[in-house]
């Protein structure tokens, strides 16, 4: 126990440049913004980087040159779903990379909910289309990919498999 609240207070004294990532609806954007407001961090999405208000796709020149203007701050969170190329120099960049893996269940369980009450910063959610969408990206959602590519963070890489570890880690930053 004791050598757990070492490492997270280390973290919290270092943590600067982070990356949060892992399946559709385990709560990244959530557990980001909890994160940005414990250390004072601005976050960002990817999504946010990728498509526009009305979620059209942006060029990729476009997203490219968001990612790298965020990459030029001294500090920052990252958070999204996308493991590909394009995002690889923030994850080689962060000094902190966390994955929220918390399974198939949740994933589905929190699309199917997001798509009720739809939401407020996009409204794609609201649409059919893109309900069957998410639904397919859960059902064929590898979670192994996500660690198998794991080398790519030069930092420190940590792994929360559900809600209460992510919690307990935010609760261990906070009182650090």
């Known amino acids: 126990m004791e050598d757990s609240f070492i490492i997270v207070f280390f973290l919290y004294l ?11 609806g385990v709560g990244k954007t959530t557990f980001a913004s909890k994160l940005s407001k414990i250390l004072g961090i601005e976050f960002f999405k990817t999504d946010d980087m990728i498509w526009n208000e009305n979620w059209k796709k942006r060029k990729v020149e476009e997203r490219d040159k968001k990612l ?37 269940k949740v994933m589905f369980k929190r699309v199917i909910k997001r798509f009720k009450k739809g939401r407020k910063d996009k409204g794609a959610y609201g649409k059919i289309g893109s309900l069957v969408y998410l639904l397919y990206y ?3 959602h590898k979670s192994k990919s996500y660690l198998e590519r794991k080398e790519v963070a030069n930092g420190e890489f940590i792994l929360l498999e559900n809600d209460v570890e992510a919690d307990r880690f935010l609760e261990k930053i906070l009182n650090s």
């Open 138 to 140: 859960v059902l064929t």
């Open 14 to 24: 270092f943590m600067k440049r982070i990356f949060v990532f892992g399946g559709v």
């Open 68 to 104: 790298k203007e965020i990459l030029r701050k001294k500090k920052w969170i990252i958070e999204g779903a996308q493991f590909d190329e394009w995002i690889f120099p923030a994850i080689k960049k962060s000094d902190t990379v966390i994955l929220l893996n918390f399974g198939r």
